[in-house]
């Protein structure tokens, strides 16, 4: 039977939240930080760890960079319950753009992942931080320069799966430096999962949401 839209968000927050789980092993969290983006086939300190929370699901690029992007963090929470990102907007859903057709979540989520599907009822998954809504934060909140983040933007968002990945790599880096990188991973790894797919209108939400929230967060502290 064929996974259903619903059934993949769920396991996306699962994966999160078995990942971060794992990097409480100081020597997993090395496994998983070596991955550096790579292709899958260059990344053999990972298949031990993550093959048993990907199968089923496939896109195992996009799965190894968002749990190389976790391993990168040092003192993410290993709480029970779904992992929670940072909100642009406490309190209220954040306004995004429209989600590619082929993205949209039925109704039900048949899962079986009650943490994940109680993450994602609390927050719709369109109105969850994208990448480009995060890099928005980044500069607002933690002192990023703002043209230099644009030109970020403008450039990941035109660039195809190979050089993307290790891209964001640095990137996550560069934030978490200056502790702005809680990103909603399960939303990435959604995002990154469908790039080959549908990279023209992730890309165009990334750009739109990036300055929308850029807009809002700036005018909020004027």
């Excluded at 989520?109 to 995060?134: F, I, M, N, Q, V």
């Excluded at 050089?163 to 560069?174: E, F, K, Q, V």
Aim: glycine residues 6%.
């Amino acid at each position: 039977m064929p996974v259903t839209t619903a059934q993949r968000r769920a396991h996306y927050d699962d994966f999160v939240h078995q990942v971060i789980t794992l990097c409480a092993v100081k020597g997993i969290r090395a496994d998983l930080n070596s991955g550096f983006g790579r292709p899958v086939a260059e990344c053999s300190r990972m298949p031990e760890h993550l093959t048993r929370h990907i199968a089923g699901f496939g896109a195992r690029r996009a799965h190894y960079t968002v749990a190389s992007l976790i391993a990168l963090h040092r003192d993410l929470p290993h709480e029970e319950g779904p992992y929670q990102p940072e909100q642009p907007f406490p309190g209220k859903d954040q306004g995004a753009a429209t989600a590619p057709a082929a993205n949209t979540a039925p109704a039900s989520d048949p899962s079986g992942s009650a943490a994940a599907a109680a993450s994602t009822a609390e927050r719709p998954w369109r109105r969850r931080p994208d990448l480009g809504t995060h890099l928005a934060v980044a500069v607002a909140r933690y002192g990023f320069k703002e043209a230099t983040m644009t030109n970020r933007v403008k450039t990941l968002t035109r660039l195809d799966t190979s050089l993307l990945h290790p891209r964001l790599w640095t990137l996550t880096g560069h934030l978490n430096s200056r502790g702005a990188a809680r990103l909603d991973f399960a939303v990435l790894l959604e995002d990154l999962a469908w790039w080959d797919d549908d990279q023209l209108e992730i890309a165009a939400r990334w750009r739109e949401n990036y300055f929308l929230t850029l807009r809002t967060l700036t005018s909020k502290e004027q």
